[in-house]
């Protein structure tokens, strides 16, 4: 079974970091496109930054310049360094990946739990 867990959330003052990890937590044939979402309150969960599995990357126009995202394929993992914080930042961050458990399977949307980053002094 395919599980996402994420680390690294949690309280930071406006222009602080935070460093967000997940790893993959079972041997999967292949992973393809990996990366964050967020949703905040009232808001819908919207794309934060994707990464694939050729190492490109994309982000949300309010984040470039101040988060990266990076993957680890030998590890399954996925990261994304945080600077710059904003209060506007502040939401339920998921990690997501497209993972094939076997070669013969079609590559499905997996999600973490998501973990709380808070933006505030």
């Known amino acids: 079974q395919v599980q996402l867990v994420e680390s690294g959330g949690g309280l930071m003052q406006p222009g602080g970091s935070l460093t967000l990890a997940c790893t993959v937590s079972?041997?999967?044939?292949?992973?393809?496109?990996m990366g964050w979402y967020r949703q905040a309150p009232g808001k819908e969960r919207e794309l934060v930054a994707l990464t694939s599995s050729t190492g490109s990357t994309d982000y949300e126009q309010s984040v470039k310049g101040r988060f990266t995202i990076s993957r680890d394929n030998a590890k399954n993992t996925v990261a994304l360094q945080m600077n710059r914080l904003k209060p506007e930042d502040t939401a339920v961050y998921y990690c997501?990946?497209?993972?094939?458990?076997?070669?013969?399977?079609?590559?499905?949307?997996?999600w973490g739990r998501g973990t709380q980053v808070t933006v505030s002094s």
């Open positions: 079972a041997s999967v044939f292949g992973i393809w496109n």
């Open positions: 997501f990946a497209q993972v094939a458990q076997t070669r013969y399977d079609v590559a499905l949307s997996y």
